[in-house]
């Protein structure tokens, strides 16, 4: 009898996030050939997002769907997912690390008395059993861990796991009936948008970080225009955001976010160990700093040792030119 290994899916703006596809093939991984792979999608008024699910890869969509889930509440979404692990029975549940995968897959895990490893960077074989990796020590080390129980919970760093191009079956549509919770303890009315940010930061892959260095809100405006040229988002230090140079959805590390792009500029920031958990993970890291003696360059594969003021809009001039030709 073939088992189930559930990918739950995070959506935006009509589209699935890069990380679901990332957390499908983490799931073709984790698979053996008795396995399918299946996508969990919660939320409201996802017709539309549906129609375009048919090449996700996976066997089967459940979709569960009610204006009680437009956003993302913990006790509503967790009482939609164990619907379809109701229906699905499955051996494995994978989540994306991301700010609701963090938060959900714990609750879920706990109820189905599920062992759960967090934040996988990297899947493998030891013989039969699949092996994950994940940093630990603020990313100065990594552990390889196998998780025994069944079903199992994995959440996968974002923009760690390749996506093989083969995209190829057509997943069926299963919609489960919302059965509301007799109770929710809060509800969410309304959902704003603090920053403006055309790149999502958690999914960037080129980000532009200021630290304390950049000196102002203004000092953030050439790391901007480097951002966007580049097609890349813009990030800081806790230092910078507590000088209140920019808000706190930016800052990166330890108590911000954790990203992984695959080119990290970080200019103006020493390197604190804080803020280096957030990013060490960043496949090609360049520091700009004025000062040479400054930790960042110990991780730094390039570092430019002069003021961002003047090293910034040069850099973003011969971008330009190369982008021009
Ligand atoms: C519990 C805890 C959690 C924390 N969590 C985080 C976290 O999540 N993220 C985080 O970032 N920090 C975190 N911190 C804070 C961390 O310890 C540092 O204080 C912070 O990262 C420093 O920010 P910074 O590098 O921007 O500032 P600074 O350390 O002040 O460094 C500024 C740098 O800018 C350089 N500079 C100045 N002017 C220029 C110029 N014109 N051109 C080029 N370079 C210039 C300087 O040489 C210096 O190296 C945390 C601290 C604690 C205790």
Not at 171 to 180: D, M, T, V
Not at 292 to 302: C, L
């Amino acid at each position: 009898m073939s088992k189930t290994i559930l990918v739950v899916a995070e959506h935006r703006d009509g589209a699935l996030r890069q990380v679901t596809y990332e957390a499908i093939e983490a799931a073709k991984v984790s698979s053996t050939s008795r396995d399918q792979i299946c996508l969990a999608i919660i939320g409201s008024q996802l017709d539309h997002i549906v129609t375009t699910l048919s090449d996700s890869g996976v066997e089967k969509i459940y979709v569960v769907d009610h204006e009680q889930l437009k956003y993302y509440q913990p006790e509503a979404y967790a009482s939609a997912l164990k619907q379809v692990i109701d229906a699905s029975n499955p051996r494995g549940i994978i989540f994306g690390h991301t700010a609701i995968g963090r938060d959900l897959a714990p609750m879920i895990a706990a109820s189905l008395d599920a062992g759960q490893v967090s934040d996988v960077i990297n899947i493998g074989k030891l013989g039969e059993e699949i092996v994950y990796t994940r940093p630990i020590f603020a990313g100065k080390a990594f552990e390889q861990k196998k998780v025994e129980s069944s079903p199992w919970v994995v959440t996968i760093r974002p923009n760690n796991i390749t996506i093989a191009d083969n995209k190829n079956k057509n997943g069926n549509i299963e919609k489960i009936a919302y059965n509301e919770p007799s109770s929710l303890q809060t509800k969410i009315l309304e959902v704003v948008q603090k920053t403006s940010a055309k790149v999502d930061l958690s999914e960037a892959k080129i980000i532009i970080a200021g630290g304390r260095g950049v000196k102002s809100t203004e000092g953030f405006q050439p790391l901007e225009e480097l951002a966007d040229l580049l097609g890349g988002a813009v990030g800081a230090s806790r230092g910078a955001c507590d000088a209140g140079y920019c808000d706190y959805s930016m800052q990166i590390g330890q108590t911000g976010k954790v990203v992984t792009p695959e080119i990290y500029i970080a200019c103006g920031i020493s390197g604190a160990i804080q803020h280096v958990a957030g990013m060490s993970q960043s496949r090609i890291i360049i520091a700009i700093n004025k000062d040479a003696d400054a930790p960042i360059f110990k991780i730094a594969d390039y570092g430019i040792v002069g003021d961002l003021f003047e090293v910034i809009p040069l850099l973003t001039e011969e971008f330009k030119n190369v982008l021009s030709n």
